[in-house]
C-alpha cells in the first residue's frame, strides 16, 4: 500500500488561500517524489504539483503556476501545497500521491494507477 492522507480542505471564496497537508503511515514518504492531483466533478484527475524525495525538484501544472506553492517536511514525515489566489475553477477533491518515476511535468500528466495509490482526499471548495 501507498495511501496517502490528505488534510486541510475547505470552503473559500475566491482570492482566498488554504494549505493542504500530506501524510502516511505506510510507507518511507522520505524516499518517494509525492505529488498533489485534483479531481473535479465530471473531469478527470489533474496533476497540480509534484516535489522530489529530497524537495530538489519541483513542477506545477500551469493552471497553478505563480498561485501555488508545494514544499516538504520529510522529519515530520509532511507534504504541503500552500494555495494562494484561489479561483472557482481550484474547486475539487485533491489527493496526493507517489509519483510515476520522478517528479515531471510526466508524471503530473500521468497519475499513478490503482487504488493502492490513492487515499483520502480533502475536498477544496472555492466560492463566494
Known amino acids: 500500500q501507498f495511501q496517502l492522507v490528505a488534510s486541510g480542505g475547505g470552503l473559500v471564496q475566491p482570492g482566498g488561500s488554504l494549505k493542504l497537508s500530506c501524510t502516511t503511515s505506510?510507507?518511507?514518504?522520505?524516499?518517494?517524489?509525492i505529488g498533489w492531483f485534483r479531481q473535479a466533478p465530471g473531469k478527470e484527475r489533474e496533476g497540480v504539483s509534484c516535489i522530489g524525495s529530497t524537495g530538489g525538484t519541483i513542477t506545477y501544472g500551469d493552471s497553478v503556476k505563480g498561485r501555488f506553492t508545494i514544499s516538504r517536511d520529510n522529519a515530520k514525515t509532511l507534504v504541503y501545497l500552500q494555495m494562494n489566489s484561489l479561483k472557482p475553477e481550484d474547486t475539487a477533491v485533491y489527493y496526493c500521491?507517489?509519483?510515476?518515476?520522478?517528479?515531471?511535468?510526466?508524471?503530473?500528466?500521468?497519475?499513478?494507477?490503482?487504488?493502492?495509490?490513492w487515499g483520502q482526499g480533502t475536498q477544496v471548495t472555492v466560492s463566494s
Open positions: 500521491a507517489p509519483t510515476v518515476g520522478f517528479c515531471s511535468d510526466y508524471a503530473l500528466a500521468n497519475p499513478p494507477s490503482g487504488d493502492e495509490y
Open positions: 505506510q510507507f518511507s514518504l522520505e524516499d518517494y517524489a
